[in-house]
């Protein structure tokens, strides 16, 4: 059935979420794709929150006790920014925040899908997000990535996200044309967006640093996702409106992030669970 947010059983309105947001204004700790970690610092920032970019081993730690959410992405890994990662995840167990981890690029090398592994068997993390041969890789499925652009994976994708969410006690998202967001019991698809994310390289993981901006102030990760999908994909909407090519997009895409208001979510979210 297509319906609002607030319709779907425990899933909370988009709309109140990014109102939390711009109030509580959360610390959003990542170690991030080095790629886009300008990006991502400033869509955050966009939302109302604050991003910050530490990748020291020395000080992740410390970094991650101070934060309200801990945003990771493999992107541009190495063992060193890995044993940082691991550091940094550990730190956010003890102080109970959500963990978000970007799969970027699993499927592509056997290395990337080791530390992958390794990250969400050594870490209780909350939210795995990724395309959808990304996240087949990290469930199991015979499949490659294309660098870090999906490939058809022929899968299910709702029940690869559901199965993957059970095993490893999560929510899992995994964005594309039309995103899923599942965990154990539900499983929600957005509809929102514009296919001019797909031309602007650095769209998926300024997603994964909205949803964590969002898990950061609603519990329920199911809800955060939706709702930071909801908000960052009817923003990519209007900005597509005014934009003649992939550079002027992304500048118009801050600017409706930052300009967005309640009423324009309300009436423009498209979800279906």
């Known amino acids: ?25 959360p610390l959003v700790h990542h170690l991030t794709n080095l790629v886009t970690i300008y990006d ?20 992740v730690a410390d970094m991650a006790r101070m934060a309200s959410a801990l945003v ?15 550091l940094a995840g550990k730190s956010a167990n003890e102080k109970g925040i959500p963990v978000v981890i970007d799969v970027c690029g699993a499927g592509a090398t056997r290395y990337r899908d080791e530390k992958c592994l390794q990250i969400l068997d050594e870490l209780d993390v909350s939210i795995i997000k990724g395309n959808s041969s990304e996240v087949a890789r990290i469930a199991g499925e015979d499949v490659k990535t294309r660098g870090v652009d999906a490939v058809d994976t022929g899968a299910d994708l709702k029940e690869v996200a559901g199965s993957l969410a059970r095993e490893r006690d999560c929510t899992v998202v995994i964005t594309g044309k039309d995103d899923i ?38 519990p329920d990760y199911v809800a955060a996702s939706v709702s930071g999908l909801v908000c960052f994909e009817v923003a990519a909407e209007f900005a597509a409106l005014l934009a003649a090519g992939p ?27």
């Open 40 to 59: 991502c610092a400033n869509i955050v920032k966009a939302f109302g929150a604050s991003p910050v970019m530490a990748h020291a081993i020395e000080e």
């Open 1 to 25: 059935m297509k319906a609002e947010i607030g319709s779907i059983e425990m899933i909370a309105d988009a709309s109140e979420a990014l109102e939390r947001v711009r109030r509580d204004k």
């Open 181 to 218: 967001v599942a965990d154990g019991n539900r499983a929600v698809w957005v509809h929102n967006g514009h296919p001019m994310m797909a031309d602007v390289v650095g769209t998926g993981c300024m997603a994964t640093s909205v949803i964590g901006t969002f898990a950061a102030v609603e």
């Open 72 to 86: 990771l992405n493999i992107g541009t890994l190495d063992t060193e920014f890995i044993e940082a990662m691991l």
């Open 247 to 273: 550079g002027s997009f992304k500048e118009h895409l801050y600017d409706a992030v930052y300009n967005m208001d309640s009423r324009i979510v309300r009436s423009m979210q498209r979800i279906e669970g």
